[in-house]
């Protein structure tokens, strides 16, 4: 099925140190929106992207929404033991209400992180 | 306000048989959207219902199907199970208001299904 590329697969930082992790599509998408899910759990919503340029922050969290609607970056700084898990992407493309949308995931971004 | 709530939690199934996963949106929302998560494939979008409406379906064989319910619960059924449907199964609720085509949405904890 449809994908979108998210990079890096896996990351081994040292607690404090900032991470960066992005997804590409060759596709336009409305909404990006960035989970992170901990084993055995489902997703939780980290940050909500609506708008092309748009740059937004949740605590240590910061996420853009690329100018050509087709990327968008997570950054977490400082990071903290409890960031370990694995961080996803996903796109959405709704054309209108009546249509709904359906995410489209990245392969999501395994975190660990050294105390 | 409660999440989104999925059961059973596990369950484990014989080849052959049929599963119905419920979901419980959080209130007030009602869309409901279901997802396939597998090592290998990553999250697949099975397929989303709206007012007890299936808008949206994803590329899953007609073994897998679901419906809503007029409280916005929804269901998923898989019949003659395979061993390749060992997943983790999601629902996600999403607020859907007039004239906003986007929203958040939002996952409850899955229902871990195992077909031996």
């Known amino acids: 099925g449809q994908q979108l590329n998210q990079s890096p697969q896996s990351m081994f930082i040292q607690e404090g140190e900032d991470v960066s992790m992005n997804c590409t599509s060759s596709?336009?998408?409305?909404?990006w929106l960035w989970y992170k899910q901990d084993p055995g759990e489902g997703p939780v919503l980290l940050i909500a992207l609506y708008k092309a340029g748009e740059l937004t922050s949740n605590g240590r969290l910061t996420a853009q929404f690329g100018i050509t609607r087709k990327d968008s970056f997570l950054n977490i700084s400082a990071s903290i033991p409890s960031d370990v898990g694995i961080y996803f992407c996903a796109g959405q493309l709704n054309l209108n209400d009546n249509q709904g949308g359906k995410l489209i995931f990245g392969q999501g971004t395994e975190l660990s992180v050294k105390p | 306000k409660a999440g989104v709530t999925q059961t059973p939690r596990y369950l484990i199934k014989t080849r052959g048989q049929q599963v119905t996963l419920s979901c419980s949106p959080i209130s007030g929302h009602r869309s409901v959207s279901w997802y396939q998560q597998t090592p290998g494939q990553g999250l697949q979008f099975l397929f989303e219902?709206?007012?007890?409406?299936?808008?949206n379906k994803g590329n899953f064989p007609g073994r897998f199907s679901g419906r809503q319910f007029s409280n916005s619960r929804s269901e998923m059924n898989v019949s003659t199970l395979e061993l390749g449907d060992s997943a983790l199964y999601l629902c996600?609720?999403?607020?859907?208001?007039?004239?906003?085509?986007?929203?958040?949405?939002?996952f409850g904890q899955g229902t871990r299904l195992t077909v031996v």
């Open positions: 596709s336009i998408f409305n909404t």
């Open positions: 996600a609720s999403s607020l859907v208001k007039g004239g906003q085509a986007n929203t958040e949405a939002f």
């Open positions: 219902y709206f007012s007890e409406t299936q808008r």
